[in-house]
C-alpha cells in the first residue's frame, strides 16, 4: 500500500514523522516485510536519530549547517544561496530510507525516531510511505 502524508515544515525545521509511519504500517495489515519512507523534494531528507532530547535536532541541523553552509559562490543559483545548499544537504542525507516490519510493527530501536529534515522552507511538502509485504 502506498500512504501519502502532507507537512507545513519551517526554516530548516525537524518534524518528527514517527507515528505517522507506524500508522501507515498498522494499516496495511502487512505482517512481515519491508517499510519504504521516500521524499520526493530536492532540498529535504528523511533521517533516523533520537528523539529524547528536542536539543539534538538543533545539534543536528547546525552540524548539518556547518557541513553544507549556505554561501553565495554556489554554481547553481537558480533559487537563493539557501535553496542551492539545501539541494546539497538532500543529496548527501538522503531522500529515502527503508525499515523492517516485523510482527505488524515498525522495527525501530527504543530511542529511535524517523524525521523530516527541512533544509529550505518554510514549505508544504509531503511524502510517502509504501509497506510491502514480504
Same mark, same amino acid.
Given at each position: 500500500?502506498?500512504?501519502?502524508? #502532507?507537512? =507545513?515544515?519551517? +526554516? @530548516?525545521?525537524?518534524? @518528527? ?5 507506524? /500508522?501507515?504500517? =498498522? ?11 521516500? @521524499?520526493p523534494?530536492?532540498?529535504? #531528507?528523511?533521517?533516523?536519530? #533520537? +528523539? ?10 547546525? =552540524?548539518?549547517?556547518?557541513?553544507? $553552509?549556505?554561501?553565495?559562490? +554556489? ?5 537563493? $544561496? ?6 546539497v ?14 510482527? #505488524? ?8 525516531g ?9 514549505? /508544504? ?7 510491502? /509485504?514480504?
Amino acid at each position: 500500500m502506498l500512504y501519502k502524508f #502532507s507537512l =507545513e515544515t519551517g +526554516f @530548516n525545521s525537524v518534524t @518528527n514523522i514517527t507515528d505517522m509511519v507506524r /500508522k501507515a504500517v =498498522e494499516e496495511s495489515g502487512v505482517e512481515d516485510g519491508i517499510c519504504v519512507v521516500y @521524499n520526493p523534494h530536492t532540498t529535504a #531528507s528523511i533521517a533516523v536519530t #533520537s +528523539f529524547w532530547d528536542p536539543a539534538g535536532f538543533e545539534d543536528l541541523q547546525d =552540524e548539518i549547517c556547518r557541513l553544507i $553552509p549556505t554561501k553565495v559562490d +554556489f554554481k547553481h543559483q537558480h533559487d537563493t $544561496p539557501q535553496d542551492a545548499a539545501g539541494h546539497v544537504k538532500s543529496a548527501i542525507v538522503g531522500v529515502s530510507m527503508d525499515f523492517i516490519v516485523a510482527d #505488524s510493527k515498525l522495527l525501530l530501536g527504543s530511542s529511535q525516531g524517523i524525521f523530516f529534515l527541512e533544509f529550505d522552507g518554510p514549505r /508544504k511538502r509531503q511524502f510517502y510511505v509504501k509497506v510491502l /509485504k514480504g
